[in-house]
């Protein structure tokens, strides 16, 4: 059954509009999103396009997973939603990359390297241990690879020696990547832009299959992802048909290469762009928006927008401020409950926001001291836990046995008496031969070079690894190789992980690590049937450390049904709760500030992305915000005065929305206290 489309009338013209070009350019909570899930449901019933035609690109996988399941029911038919393409940028590319290896000389098992193995790989080509450097590096090759310059080109452009190093270091960076078969997070966009611009009949093929494009959030697209669009909706004789949703207010990605001017090549590179303003507001109350409209209104404007709600006044909007940043985490912590128990509301009604990924701790620390259940987005908070990153290595080098980071990772953990000087002289070899390690190790010459006592533990962790491999990949009942969840147990009981953790951690620590271990089997069990509903296709080890790799990128686990989102503010985008605490608001954390000798043109830029990211944080909630701020902080071994953040005072709150008294702030522990007593009153006979 077709859902009841409610659009007001700029939204209905942008779902309707099916000639040509379209971009929707609009302020937070404006329905751009749905315009994009009614349009699908549009394309489709209209008959004009099959569901297996339409591509829609989102930003997290989570908005994707969201996107899917609205549209299912807005369908006349549910079942055609699982033939629409609708992901991330980078779940597309790995699909045309899968697809189109061979095309590009890479073996259909390549690996996905994560942000830390390439950190390990910039830092052995840049013979540093200086952390900032390497981060440095890794950004502007990052940028380099975005922008679609070459180590050539950024050689020859090279502006001082630092920078011509740098190129340098991207010129070998390549040269290993392509060695181990591997590719990093830029490639996955990089490499299809690559392919398309020289392959017009792969291209085309492409086109014919995505034959209708439309992409959200589309201010953070890159130069790199914009060209992608690009490419898949230009040729010969092809009306470019595609639809395309976003707010400059929101670009928030600058500092990973976007750039809000792709929303003016756009008008430029197809002149018969419609463009389309929505300027009614449905997710929040007046009052939160009134805060967030008078905070971006310090920014220079790119297009003008006016949004305003139908909601009514609202809450105020308030602002604490904590004593320091533990009792901020308890004070929320304990507020939330409150407010939470008073209105009869959800846990999955709030959420926690913040501006970095490291104020996440204390506040899951205060959580799960009161047993709330909370999930984290943004953070890599469970993926980037070593001992998940352990299992991870396993998994990555029996999907591609060249990978060598994976390898190191794996051999030596836990140690299988492989030393690291028997990992240099393989390592040695292996360039040598121009092979991999896992290569290296059968190959002939080495027993010159390794003691039997150094090769023997190699080669039988290597025959280990073959043979899961090779049962990975044997074709069993599903035709697609013997089950994951059974060879993954094999693989957990064979390595005794679990030992290795009790050896090297106290008890506590032990157990701790290997519950998340468990968890994350666990979740990787269920992702090999098909996900929870067991209606996904099945998946095999290949195919689960490639989504795996792909997850660890922007956001964390799966969402448990009922519970509090703690959010960076990068991962909310597109998001919106019923009740938005937005925490650490402070001079130095949002705005964060960075480096102080930053020159003062390079700041006021830097301080009005920060701003947009407040103004993206405000425009998360529906029905009440909370805003907080600590007077001091710890950070690392120092305590910190802090101050609070001048986004606070140009929110503009009036009277009714003044900071509380101190000692007001005490109040909802004193509630919550209160509350919980008269619950545990026993009932009068
Ligand atoms: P953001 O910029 O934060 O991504 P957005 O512009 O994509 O926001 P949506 O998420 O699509 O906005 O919509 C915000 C909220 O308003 C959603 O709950 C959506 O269902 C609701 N909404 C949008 N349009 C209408 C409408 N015409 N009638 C009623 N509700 C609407
Ligand atoms: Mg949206």
Redesign the pocket.
Known sequence: MNAPA???AQ?HDAVTYMDGPCLVL??????????ITQKIAHLIDSGVYEAKNIAALTFTNKAAAEMQERISKLLTEPKQASQLTISTFHSLGVKILRQEAAELNLKDRFSILDSDDCFSLVQDLAVTTDKQTIRRIQGVISLWKNGMVDPVVALKNAVDDEEAQAARIYQNYMATLSAYQAVDFDDLIRLPVELFRSNDKVREKWQRRLRYLLV??YQDTNTCQYELVKLLVTGAGKKPMFTA?G?DD?AIYAWRGATIENLKTLQDDFSDLKIIR?E?N??SSTRILQAANAVIKNNPKLFEKTLWSEHGLGEPVEVSSMPDDEQEAEQIVMQLSAHKFERHAKFSDYAILYRGNYQARIFETALRRDNIPYTISGGQSFFARSEIRDIISYLRLIANLDDDPAFIRAVTTPRRGVGQSTLETLGAFAGQWQCSLFEAVFKGGIEAKLAPRQLTPLREFCDFINQIEERASRPGASGKGENAAALLDELMHEIAYEAYLYDNFDERTAKTKWQNVLEFTNWLKDKSKGGKHEDGPEKNLLELTQMVALMTMLEGRDQEPDAVHLSTLHAA????FPHVFLVGVEEGILPHLGDPDTPAEQLATRIQEERRLMY?GI??AQRTLHISWCKKRKRGREIVQCEPSRFIEEMKLDEGDAPPKEDEIITPKDRLANLKALLQKPKAA
Do not use: F
């Open positions: 409610r659009l007001n939204q609009a302020g937070a909570g404006s329905g751009k999103t749905r315009v959200d959030e949703v707010d929101q929505l009614q449905y997710r985008k597109g998001l919106e993206v425009t998360r």
